[in-house]
């Protein structure tokens, strides 16, 4: 029954590859998100899908690339990857219209080296 | 824009301890306001937030903030900590239009027996 999933969990890849972090949720939000939290445990807002839309792009670099399917999911691809981009990237979703939290999946640890 | 400030990264109590956890918050437009707590290797989660109305709001496991809109303040406070509390605590922010959390830079909470 678990409401934000993400795989994997961990991933380590050297630098130049490209990969992909894959986020579900359960909840019927129609609102998504990916957050980055870096080494010193700060969390930023990169994107926002509502309805399968784009809603905000942070100052991200173009490399990473977010897909909505549908609005259950919320995937993201990252190219030609950085020694910089090792974080935990988290997943989250929430509804629209009436204000609520967003509920947050377990993290991805990626480590590029 | 918004910013979170949590003046302390680490706080040290003992086991049974009252605690307060800073945080304060800027912003042109009206906010809501969170805490999220990160347990180790693990994703965030909703611990308490303010959308409206009485300004003290709980948790069912015995924090509690309240919102002083005068001071731009969302203080965490528990009168009495278990070792169960020792976590990563994070006050956020979102405001009424954009939906994204901003988020501080999170308060390490250790609490010793």
């Known amino acids: 029954d678990t409401a934000v999933s993400q795989t994997p969990k961990y991933l380590v890849t050297q630098m130049g590859n490209d990969k992909s972090i894959k986020c579900e949720q359960n909840?019927?939000?129609?609102?998504m998100y990916w957050y980055k939290q870096d080494s010193k445990k700060f969390l930023k807002i990169m994107f926002s899908y509502n309805n399968k839309e784009l809603i905000i792009n942070e100052t991200v670099p173009n490399r990473f690339s977010p897909k909505s399917p549908d609005k259950a999911h919320l995937n993201l691809h990252i190219n030609s990857l950085e020694l910089g981009d090792s974080a935990v990237y988290f997943c989250?979703?929430?509804?629209?219209?009436?204000?609520?939290?967003?509920?947050f999946g377990q993290g991805t640890r990626l480590t590029v080296v | 824009a918004q910013s979170v400030t949590q003046l302390d990264s680490q706080v040290p109590v003992f086991e049974e301890a009252p605690v307060e956890l800073r945080c304060n918050y800027s912003?042109?437009?009206?906010?809501?306001l969170f805490w999220y707590v990160q347990y180790p290797n693990q994703g965030l989660q909703l611990l308490l937030k303010y959308l409206s109305g009485s300004t003290l709001v709980k948790s069912i496991n015995g924090f509690e903030a309240e919102f002083n809109k005068s001071q731009t303040s969302f203080h965490l406070r528990k009168p009495s900590v278990h070792i169960s509390d020792t976590a990563e605590y994070f006050c956020a922010v979102m405001d009424t239009g954009r939906r994204a959390l901003t988020f501080g830079s999170g308060t390490r909470l250790q609490v010793q027996p």
């Open positions: 912003s042109s437009v009206s906010v809501y």
């Open positions: 909840l019927g939000h129609d609102t």
């Open positions: 989250a979703s929430s509804r629209s219209g009436q204000v609520t939290e967003a509920f």
